[in-house]
């Protein structure tokens, strides 16, 4: 089934997974403009990717725009204010493919389309497989989401909540990072993509880190995402904990993660971005995940 | 994951039960004279080197749980983590105004120590004299313009008013609303100085003097640490003082808001918690012995540490067979009964070389246990002496049937060694595969480095351990010949050695009379899969940039001639 929408907003990336899916993209939602935000540090990986998109989007009469900015987060957070927050977004109908999005840019550009009054929806296309070798390195600081930083309670000890799929190397730094009193992992099900095996070993070496660690299933290919289970974790544990959240395994989870910070603005989002990628990350394309992002969560974070 | 108790947990002290921390603790009168006192102090230390510990013990939560004298109030410990969800906010940055980045900074971080004051008062009974103390609550109102909730105690109604006001200003913040965050801010003198001088017009603690004991302050903004630095500058510190435990101290800045810099002698003293020295009469020698002892206490154990961790039998008749031979061989050259000192020194240093190189060419490794060797592993860090501990204990219990766990008395020296062997193995591991995923700011490129670098400065101890006539034991090195270049290649990748605990920095006396430099020793716990002999010597090899850098790009290190190569300094501290 194929349905219109005014416009489509991508992250550039040099995987297979990303000029196919656009093209999947174009033929679903017609888009009658598409979006690309280009990291200006990996122009050139994903200039091939690039050309194949724009060069698709005009034989489909779409108009193509690119969002050039440099890996920095005050510098891509000020790029999405300022063009999302114009009045040519309000109320559009618009899509967002996450496949190849930092977790960053999907949290500020669903918060700030929301605010634009934006009807939402979201794509993610899996690959058709991982490389075995390493996927991330050379991880920087983490550090909390601006505006998703959460509301601290004075005096309460941090639980880190972490949503992990295989690219967790980024977990040991969070936990070394934010020292928590306790940590909460939530751990993909399923043994696609040798999770059970990862999963095992990710566990030992947390435990070096952290005794006091609590796992929880989550399936972040659901059509929640995951989110009744994180809620189901997080709820009891907002009276007495700070709850710093990082979604580091499957995209969808991220945003079951922002449907969680939006019902309990008390939890903070934090990120911790890699600035090496495996060229050979994923290959092929496989299944496509889409959402409708509900309006009224945000409201509710107004209302706050 | 076991549930048991194991006496030698090794977590941040932040995550251990008060009681637990005034259980264990071994107060060193060298850092408590500092800390009960009305000084600014700078306690430096890597991490695990006990910072939070020393805090949090100093603190009035643990204290009094030694039941103190209620009349005992003239220091009043305020523990204040800084390594906080609040701590990390930065929306300061979306504001261009710097201005108001200092103040949303300041602000914040006087929130968190007015709430720790509040709380770590709160909770003294009402014989303190604060509990239901009405003047104080309408005090507080009147300084503060606080509607303090009625009916709970005055201490309870600040922090009900702290937190409703963090969690005001974190909304507005979140939401970029800045003027009305501007208007309600708080400041060290609109908040903590009034606090505290109310707090000092009730009756018992109008003398006390408050001891704001900041925890990982290098987790501070840049914004609060120079807030925090100016704050160190106020000259009267009758009514408080600050305490701040700081990882590095030479990556901490110590400027002030208004461009100056806090000086150390003048402003602040500095404490440095690490330490150098392992062996058993040395300072840390002596405070591991007490540590493991109280730890063992606590699950009804009253042997010594020595006991407890036992040295294998054969690997100790071994080292006193060679001791025997060497003195033999000193008394041959130096036969004259004046060379007694000389005949000494030679047993010190090549009693034990003779055990290593005899047994050189057998393919296993030698035995590591007796709680010598566990402090020697430590490279004088607590959490490091703790560690080994931790997982042969929770060997003994995994081998263990339930009903024996509580009868664990020993722990067997073949299990020490195992152990030890195997945390070896383990740090190998992760620091060749897992470094770069683990530390931030470490490319591949560093990691493969610092892992060719200590690769090959084992390879060097080794050769030396086995070949050298001049301190074949030395397992630390100094750096000379240091360029421009280096400083830009190598000086990153030492610090990033230091970050990842691979590496710890130290000062001694340099050859130059009277001036001190820098000399690194790699973490023990690296060695004993390399065969080396983890307590080393007094010594360190000094080694040129060059040829460090080359080290690390996977040259081995030329074989120079050892008196070259050697700087033999001995510490009379350790003699």
């Known amino acids: 089934m194929t349905m219109n929408s005014d416009a489509l907003v991508c992250v550039a990336g040099w995987e297979e997974r990303f000029a196919a899916g656009l093209k999947l993209d174009v033929d679903r939602f017609h888009p009658a403009e598409i979006v690309m935000i280009v990291f200006q540090e990996f122009k050139e990986e994903t200039q091939a990717n690039r050309l194949a998109v724009v060069s698709y989007a005009a034989e489909n009469g779409i108009v193509c725009r690119e969002l050039s900015v440099r890996r920095e987060p005050r510098e891509v957070w000020d790029t999405l204010r300022s063009d999302f927050t114009n009045s040519a977004w309000f109320q559009k109908r618009v899509v967002l493919d996450i496949s190849t999005m930092p977790r960053e840019v999907i949290w500020w550009s669903l918060s700030f389309l929301l605010e634009a009054g934006c009807e939402l929806r979201y794509v993610y296309h899996r690959p058709q497989s991982y490389s075995s070798e390493w996927l991330t390195r050379d991880t920087a600081r983490p550090r909390l989401v601006y505006q998703h930083s959460g509301i601290a309670k004075l005096g309460k000890p941090t639980a880190l909540l972490l949503l992990n799929g295989f690219d967790t190397e980024r977990a040991e730094q969070m936990i070394q990072f934010f020292e928590p009193r306790l940590l909460l992992v939530g751990l993909q099900h399923g043994k696609q993509f040798g999770n059970e095996e990862r999963n095992l070993k990710r566990g030992e070496r947390f435990g070096e880190l952290i005794r006091n660690i609590k796992t929880f299933e989550i399936d972040a290919y659901s059509t929640d995402h995951g989110f009744s289970a994180i809620v189901e974790q997080v709820k009891p544990l907002l009276p007495d904990y700070n709850i710093i959240a990082a979604s580091l395994g499957p995209k969808t989870s991220a945003i079951a993660m922002f449907r969680v910070i939006t019902e309990f603005p008390e939890v903070a989002l934090a990120y911790a971005p890699s600035r090496q990628f495996n060229i050979g990350y994923s290959s092929g394309i496989g299944d496509s995940i889409e959402g409708l992002v509900e309006a009224r969560l945000l409201d509710r974070e107004v209302q706050n | ?575």
């Open chain 2, 1 to 575: 994951m076991s549930t048991y108790k194991n006496p030698f947990e090794y977590e941040q002290a932040t995550t251990l039960s008060l009681d637990f921390v005034n259980t264990v603790f071994i107060e060193d009168y060298n850092f408590t004279r500092f800390i009960q006192s009305t000084r600014n102090v700078f306690l430096v230390g890597e991490r695990g080197s006990g910072k939070s510990m020393t805090l949090l013990y100093n603190s009035l939560a643990v204290r009094r749980l030694k039941d103190i004298d209620a009349s005992d109030l003239s220091f009043v410990g305020i523990y204040v983590p800084c390594n906080t969800a609040l701590t990390h906010k930065r929306e300061y940055e979306l504001f261009e105004d710097i201005g108001f980045r200092q103040v949303v900074s300041e602000h914040f971080m006087v929130l968190g120590i007015a709430h720790a004051i509040a709380e770590g008062l709160a909770s003294l009974p009402d014989t303190y004299g604060l509990a239901s103390n009405a003047g104080l609550a309408e005090e507080l109102t009147y300084l503060l313009g606080a509607n303090l909730l009625g009916g709970v105690q005055p201490l309870t109604a600040l922090m009900l008013f702290l937190d409703r006001e963090a969690s005001k200003s974190q909304r507005s913040l979140n939401s970029l609303q800045h003027e009305e965050f501007r208007l309600s801010a708080f400041t060290f003198s609109s908040l903590i100085q009034p606090l505290i001088s109310s707090i000092r017009r009730v009756e018992k603690f109008k003398l006390s003097h408050f001891l704001l004991l900041i925890d990982d302050a290098h987790d501070l903004n840049p914004y609060q640490k120079q807030t925090l630095n100016s704050w160190l500058a106020y000259r009267d510190r009758s009514s408080f003082s600050f305490k701040i435990a700081v990882a590095d101290s030479q990556t901490y800045s110590y400027k002030t808001i208004s461009g100056g810099t806090i000086l150390e002698g003048h402003d602040f003293l500095t404490v440095d918690l690490q330490k150098p020295f392992q062996n058993a009469s040395s300072d840390f020698g002596k405070m591991a012995k007490g540590i493991i002892e109280k730890r063992l206490v606590t699950i009804g154990v009253q042997a010594t540490a020595e006991e407890f961790f036992p040295g294998s039998v054969d690997f100790e008749r071994e080292i006193e067979r060679c001791r025997e031979a060497t003195r033999a061989d000193a008394l041959v050259r130096y036969p004259n009964p004046e060379d007694a000192k000389k005949r000494t020194d030679y047993v010190y240093k090549y009693g034990r070389v003779r055990y290593f190189r005899e047994r050189a060419s057998k393919a296993n490794l030698p035995p590591y246990s007796g709680f010598d060797t566990i402090t020697h592993v430590s490279t004088g860090v607590i959490r490091n002496l703790l560690m080994p501990c931790y997982w042969m204990y929770d060997a003994m219990i995994s081998g263990a049937d339930h009903a024996s766990e509580k009868s664990i008395r020993v722990i067997p020296s073949n299990i020490q060694s195992e152990v030890i062997i195997e945390r070896s193995e383990k740090l190998w591991e992760w620091l060749e595969h897992h470094l770069v995923s683990s530390l931030d700011n470490c490319t591949l490129e560093d990691s493969q480095h610092l892992f060719n670098l200590f690769s090959r400065l084992g390879d060097l101890f080794r050769h030396r351990l086995l070949n050298a006539n001049a301190e074949p034991r030395a397992i630390a090195f100094s750096i000379s010949g240091m360029t421009k270049d280096h400083d830009k290649t190598l000086r990153p990748l030492l610090n990033i050695g230091r970050r990842a605990q691979l590496l710890y920095f130290r000062s001694g006396p340099a050859k130059d009379e009277g001036r001190r430099e820098t000399y690194y020793v790699p973490n023990r716990m690296l060695w004993p899969i390399r065969g080396l002999d983890v307590v080393g010597q007094h010594a360190r090899v000094s080694l040129k940039a060059a040829d460090v850098w080359n080290a690390a790009l996977g040259d081995t290190f030329p074989n120079v001639a050892p008196d070259e190569n050697v700087q033999g300094v001995l510490f009379d501290d350790e003699q």
